[in-house]
T-cell receptor, first 115, second 112 residues
């Protein structure tokens, strides 16, 4: 089944404790992205990747890191989480055709709470 | 990206067609209309997109007015599982970072 998977789905942690949220897609998509969703603020892009070893900042990259060593995986790293990073996180992927993007497929979400 | 306006909520009876409107009066010539939906706290799901012609797929139909200033998403036979927030997005196919910006959307409640 074509899908985007995220792990963990739920995480409660404490301030400053490094964590990684994994994202994997099995559709051979070039493009992958991370979003956070907060009440009243909608969906905001954190980082995106156009292909392996190519990453770029989205609208809200502060406090996050990403890597794209393999096409299928795009982990989100919080080196020192803070309470303002408590949010619902989504990973997404899509094909690209030249400079055109196709529809994005989203993962099920990771609900992160930082105490 | 062009701004969109959607009603905040709508109800629909199960089995009936759900017609969700979207106004995008400032749409540019190269901008597409995309529809996504989000069932409570799940990942957003792509539904359909179009440029100027009406489009249909297995999930829905998209009707775009001739002047492209508004569109309607049609779910032909709504089921309880279609209860979700529906987002209309207008953007070019190659905007920076392929970022999706969701507005308030329309909360569709399908009732038995």
């Amino acid at each position: 089944e074509a899908q985007v998977t995220q792990n963990p789905r739920y995480l409660i942690t404490v301030t400053g404790k490094k964590l990684t949220v994994t994202c994997s897609q099995n559709m051979n998509h070039e493009y992958m992205s991370w979003y956070r969703q907060d009440p009243g603020l909608g969906l905001r892009q954190i980082y995106y990747s156009m292909n392996v070893e190519v990453t770029d900042k989205g609208d809200v990259p502060e406090g996050y890191k990403v890597s794209r060593k393999e096409k299928r995986n795009f982990p989100l790293i919080l080196e020192s989480p803070s309470p303002n990073q408590t949010s619902l996180y989504f990973c997404a992927s899509s094909f690209t055709i030249g400079t055109r993007f196709n529809e994005q497929f989203f993962g099920p979400g990771t609900r992160l709470t930082v105490l | 990206d062009a701004k969109t306006t959607q009603p905040p909520s709508m109800d629909c009876a199960e089995g009936r067609a759900a017609n969700l409107p979207c106004n995008h009066s400032t749409i540019s010539g190269n901008e597409y209309v995309y529809w996504y939906r989000q069932i409570h706290s799940q990942g957003p799901q792509y539904i359909i997109h179009g440029l100027k012609n009406n489009e249909t797929n297995e999930m829905a139909s998209l009707i775009i007015t001739e002047d492209r200033k508004s569109s309607t998403l049609i779910l032909p036979h709504a089921t309880l599982r279609d209860t979700a927030v529906y987002y209309c997005i207008v953007r070019p196919p190659n905007n920076a970072g392929n970022m999706l910006t969701f507005g308030g959307g329309t909360r569709l409640m399908v009732k038995p």
